[in-house]
């Protein structure tokens, strides 16, 4: 179970992935808003099997919101847009890649590189 927080900063790092896949942000932003996460002692990655239970969430929240996601994506630092969906194969392909990254390189590799 993750505090609010804790959930907060790796939805950050998801949509920071997504943005990076889509070309809205540069890898060097990307770097940046992971690095300064883990930086702060934040995990930046969903664990996979949480993964299709908050995908479930995130349908929960479209639904409340009559089909519209409005999912924030950085552009730079202190620059972001507002997009109205990411589809399942992006939430997955960020998650997936996430995990990826910090199964590969430990937090403390990161440290004091924002």
């Keep these: 179970m993750y505090r ?12 920071t992935m ?10 060097e932003t990307k770097d940046r808003i992971l690095a300064c996460l883990e930086t702060c002692g934040l ?3 969903l664990p996979l ?3 299709e239970a908050t995908w ?10 009559n089909g519209v996601l409005n999912e924030v994506l950085p ?13 399942r194969e992006e939430f997955g392909s960020a ?11 430990p937090s403390e590799a990161v440290s004091g590189s924002i």
């Design 75 to 87: 552009v730079s630092i202190g620059e972001c847009v507002v997009v109205d969906e990411i589809t």
């Design 95 to 105: 998650v997936d890649s996430l995990a990826r990254l910090t199964a590969a390189v």
């Design 18 to 27: 997504i943005s990076w896949n889509r070309g809205v942000c540069s890898a």
């Design 49 to 51: 099997p949480l993964m």
């Design 4 to 15: 609010h927080g804790e959930a907060i900063a790796i939805g950050i790092a998801v949509a």
């Design 43 to 45: 995990e930046i990655s």
């Design 56 to 65: 479930q969430g995130i349908n929960v929240i479209r639904r409340i919101r």
